[in-house]
């Protein structure tokens, strides 16, 4: 049940420079007012900058933070980037 957290991080590939389509209809599919939204993708070369304003116009009443692109990151990177966001 979404309602009951606080921070969703959402993990998706890029493809074509944008985030797949069932990211948007998740985000636009429940109430994430007041919610953290903190995405993370892996991509090919295009990084997640592309992918950003798709998930801040779905994710309505949402938080959304900067996003990262996790492609090539070590498992010790991925927790303290994940960590420092729950901050």
């Known amino acids: 049940n979404i309602e009951d957290y606080d921070f969703i ?26 919610k953290k939204i903190v995405p993370f993708c892996t991509s090919g070369g295009s990084g997640i900058s592309g992918s950003m304003k798709g998930i801040k116009a779905s994710a309505k009443g949402a938080k959304v ?23």
């Open 9 to 34: 991080f959402l993990g998706y590939p890029i493809w074509w420079n944008k985030e797949p389509m069932i990211i948007r209809t998740f985000l636009e599919s429940h109430n994430l007012k007041g």
């Open 65 to 87: 933070v900067k996003g990262k692109d996790l492609t090539d990151a070590s498992s010790k990177s991925v927790k303290n980037w994940a960590l420092g966001k729950l901050k």
